[in-house]
C-alpha cells in the first residue's frame, strides 16, 4: 500500500489545504456545510491531482532514472509498471470528476481547467522557463476556486493575488534546487537551461517583496477591517515576514528547496511560524 500512496504522491495534498482559505477568510471556520464542502473540494482535487502527478511521471520516466532524488519513485524505479500506472491514472481522474461533478458544475470546470492546464504543463509548457512557474502559480489559483465554488464564497482580490505571488515564490525556489542539480552535473528537466543562480536570486527576492508589500495592504484595506471587524490585522505581518525569512534561509544557506511540502512537514520553526501567524489571525477574527 506505502508504495501506491507514493506513487499518488499524497504527501502533495498538503498544497490543496488552500482549498480551504476561502472559507477562513469569509468567517466560516466553524460553520458546518462550508467545512464538509471544503473537505469534499478537497479529495476531489487531490485525486485528480494525484492522477496528474502519476502521468507527469510516466512522462519523466527516464529523466526522473537519471535525477538523485527522483529515481526513488515508483515508476522510475520499476516498482509499478507503466501499464499499471495507466490504470491508476485514469481511475483516480474519473473518481476526482465524479466527485467535482457531484458538488457543482463551476467545481467540475475547476477540475477540468486544472487537467488541462497540467497536461499542458507535463507534455510542453515546464519545458519552457518562467513559463513553468507562471502554471505552477494558476494551480494554486485554481485551489483557491475550488473551495469559493464548493462553499459558494466570493473570492477577494487580495487572496488571489498573494497566492498567486506566494507560489511564484515558492516555485523560484524549487527550480533553485534543479539549478544546483544541473551544475553539479546532474540531469534535470530542459527549462532549467533558461535560469540561473542570479536570476532565481534576485527573482526569489523580489516576490518575496512584493508578497509582504502585497499582505501589508491586505491587512490595512479598509474591506478587509470591515469585515474582520479588527484594525490590528498588521499584527500578523512579524509571522508572515519571519516565515519567507526562514525559507530564504533554508534555499540560499542551506540550499534545500527542492520541496516546499517536506520543509513544511520537517521543519519544525515553519511549522511553528504557520501556527503562530494562524492562531493571532483566528483570534483576531474572532474574539
Not at 509499478?80 to 467535482?100: E, F, H, P, T
Not at 482580490?157 to 515558492?170: D, N, S
Not at 544546483?180 to 543562480?197: A, P, W
Request: contains cysteine.
Amino acid at each position: 500500500m506505502g508504495v501506491y500512496l507514493q506513487l499518488m504522491r499524497t504527501k502533495q495534498w498538503m498544497k490543496n489545504l488552500f482549498i480551504f482559505t476561502p472559507m477562513i477568510f469569509a468567517l466560516q471556520l466553524f460553520d458546518l456545510p462550508s467545512l464538509w464542502a471544503s473537505f469534499m473540494a478537497f479529495v476531489s482535487f487531490s485525486l485528480t491531482a494525484s492522477s496528474l502527478y502519476i502521468f507527469n511521471d510516466i512522462r519523466d520516466i527516464k529523466v526522473d532514472r537519471l535525477h538523485p532524488r527522483k529515481k526513488f519513485r515508483p515508476i522510475a524505479s520499476g516498482k509499478i509498471s507503466v501499464n499499471s500506472s495507466y490504470r491508476i491514472s485514469l481511475a483516480l481522474a474519473v473518481l476526482g470528476l465524479s466527485l467535482g461533478a457531484f458538488l457543482d458544475v463551476n467545481n467540475l470546470l475547476v477540475l477540468l481547467c486544472y487537467i488541462l492546464l497540467n497536461v499542458a504543463y507535463t507534455l510542453k509548457l515546464k519545458h519552457i522557463a518562467l513559463i513553468d512557474i507562471f502554471c505552477i502559480a494558476l494551480g494554486f489559483v485554481l485551489r483557491l476556486f475550488m473551495g469559493g465554488y464548493a462553499t459558494s464564497i466570493k473570492l477577494s482580490h487580495w487572496i488571489i493575488v498573494m497566492t498567486f505571488l506566494l507560489a511564484i515564490f515558492l516555485a523560484l525556489a524549487k527550480r533553485r534546487d534543479d539549478v544546483i542539480i544541473f551544475l553539479n552535473g546532474g540531469e534535470v528537466r530542459k527549462s532549467i537551461e533558461g535560469y540561473n543562480l542570479k536570476l532565481i536570486d534576485y527573482s526569489m527576492a523580489l516576490s518575496a517583496a512584493v508578497v509582504l508589500v502585497a499582505y501589508l495592504m491586505y491587512c490595512m484595506s479598509v474591506e478587509v477591517i470591515n469585515k474582520i471587524g479588527s484594525s490590528y490585522i498588521y499584527i500578523t505581518f512579524p509571522f508572515v515576514l519571519l516565515g519567507l525569512m526562514r525559507y530564504l534561509q533554508i534555499t540560499f544557506v542551506l540550499e534545500d528547496s527542492g520541496s516546499p511540502t517536506e520543509i513544511l512537514l520537517k521543519d519544525r520553526f515553519m511549522q511553528l511560524t504557520l501556527v503562530g501567524w494562524m492562531l493571532t489571525f483566528v483570534l483576531l477574527m474572532y474574539i
